[in-house]
């Protein structure tokens, strides 16, 4: 019932860009704080990018200036546009909901399958 979806992943070379989208079904999306995450291979999972309710965003120290986090309730969808790409960039994106009111009989927190982006030197 509970789906988010990410798409938009590929090979690109560094310097080039990429538009990441995922799109979320079975939760109160703007009731849902959105964020990116990556995991590099052997690596633990790191937060890359956040967007609130309210549009408010923030990105860790590696990815600012560089990429954009958006989201379009309309369409129950978050985009992370990725510019400037470098191959430490390289990883699998998830997509996470995280609730920022408690809704009875809805996930608190939510995960994507995640799609691959890879950038090459």
């Known amino acids: 019932q509970v789906r988010l979806v990410e798409s938009g992943g590929g090979l690109v070379q560094a310097g080039g860009s990429l538009r990441l989208s995922c799109a979320a079904s079975g939760i109160i999306f703007n009731r849902n704080i959105m964020n990116w995450y990556r995991q590099a291979p052997g690596q633990q999972r790191k937060w890359v990018a956040t967007?609130?309710?309210?549009?408010?965003?923030g990105y860790t120290d590696s990815v600012k200036g560089r990429f954009t986090v958006s989201r379009d309730n309309a369409k129950n969808t978050v985009y992370l546009q990725m510019t400037s790409l470098k191959p430490e960039d390289t990883g699998v994106y998830y997509c996470?909901?995280?609730?920022?009111?408690?809704?009875?009989?809805?996930?608190?927190?939510?995960w994507g399958q995640g799609t691959q982006v890879t950038v090459s030197s």
């Open positions: 967007i609130t309710t309210d549009n408010v965003t």
């Open positions: 996470n909901a995280r609730q920022s009111v408690v809704v009875p009989n809805t996930p608190g927190e939510s």
